[in-house]
């Protein structure tokens, strides 16, 4: 190996360590506000470093809004919340023009999507239509309003959450839509152990009060140009392909390819967490369920989860 190559391999370590560490203090920080959540922290950072978006699934007051609000004041981003509604317009999500009186001239009000997170609160009681709108800025990164097309802001992810305490009073979300979410997880209750800290903390003023940043957006921005650079081998990528090809024979609809996108993303975002430049099995296992579990539909009694976790049984690590 020359000196040059050495020199790369070195900074290239340095790189992943620093995502590591940048990871370790937003965790930290998060877990100043959030009580009990370490696992769902987690993979909120691994969606936000690996350039995706959440899906919560959850009951109400179980701490959704405070953990992305935590995580938008942990990294200095702006936080935008939605709160989804049966009469929610397109417009109401994204922007409109306005016209201006006193310079006779349309001006463009943005919409809370222009935001590095935004929180979208329970999604599934807006019509199709308004969901739509925030999934194709989710999917395009900008917003075009008649004929002008706007970025939103570097980093940028979407954190939504789904009612699933009141079915009939909802709009499912087609499964072409849930495919664009990386992740969906569940917060779940706290222990009671965990309920008495968070009662502690928020006797007086709450935390998110007093949270302070421990990082930057540029920071998120180059975290997230060092996890492309982390190595997938080519026996990891048959692997995936193997896992994916089987919830396929498994499923009435299994993976799609974009999931299996998802897949390597999220391995590769693990990995530079655990400080490595390269990703293992270990990392795609522990990232396959909440990355696969939302996009397979069966036709049986079994839930996308049960598929997952199948395929890993019969699928052998090369």
């Known amino acids: 190996m020359t000196d040059a190559h050495a020199d790369t391999d070195i900074d290239h370590a340095q790189s992943v360590d620093a995502v590591s560490d940048l990871a370790t203090r937003i965790s930290d920080n998060v877990e100043e506000v959030i009580v009990g959540h370490h696992d769902a922290i987690e993979d909120i950072i691994v969606t936000l470093f690996a350039r995706g978006h959440l899906l919560l699934e959850d009951v109400p007051g179980v701490g959704k809004t405070m953990l992305a ?90 954190i939504a959450t789904q009612n699933d305490v009141e079915p009939d009073r909802t709009y499912d979300l087609p499964l072409a839509e849930l495919d664009r979410f990386m992740k969906k997880i569940h917060l779940g209750y706290p222990s009671e152990s965990e309920e008495t800290e968070l009662l502690g903390s928020v006797a007086g003023h709450h935390p998110i009060e007093s949270l302070q940043p421990v990082a930057t957006a540029a920071d998120v921005r180059d975290a997230r140009e060092v996890i492309l650079t982390v190595s997938v081998n080519e026996s990891v990528r048959r692997y995936i392909s193997r896992l994916a090809a089987d919830t396929r024979q498994r499923a009435h609809l299994g993976v799609s390819p974009r999931g299996s996108i998802a897949l390597v993303r999220a391995a590769q975002a693990r990995a530079a967490l655990d400080a490595r430049d390269y990703v293992i099995p270990d990392d795609v296992q522990r990232e396959i369920r909440s990355v696969w579990a939302h996009r397979i539909r069966t036709t049986t009694g079994d839930t996308g989860l049960d598929i997952v976790e199948r395929a890993l049984d019969y699928v052998p690590v090369e």
């Open 69 to 158: 609000r935590a995580i938008a004041t942990s990294i200095e981003g702006s936080f935008e919340r939605i709160q989804f509604t049966p009469d929610l317009l397109p417009s109401d999500v994204t922007g409109v023009n306005v016209f201006n009186q006193q310079t006779s001239e349309f001006e463009f009000r943005k919409g809370p999507v222009f935001g590095n997170v935004v929180l979208g609160d329970e999604i599934n009681r807006a019509p199709p239509k308004t969901q739509a709108a925030l999934l194709e800025v989710m999917e395009e990164l900008q917003v075009t309003t008649d004929g002008v097309t706007r970025r939103v802001p570097d980093p940028f992810t979407v």
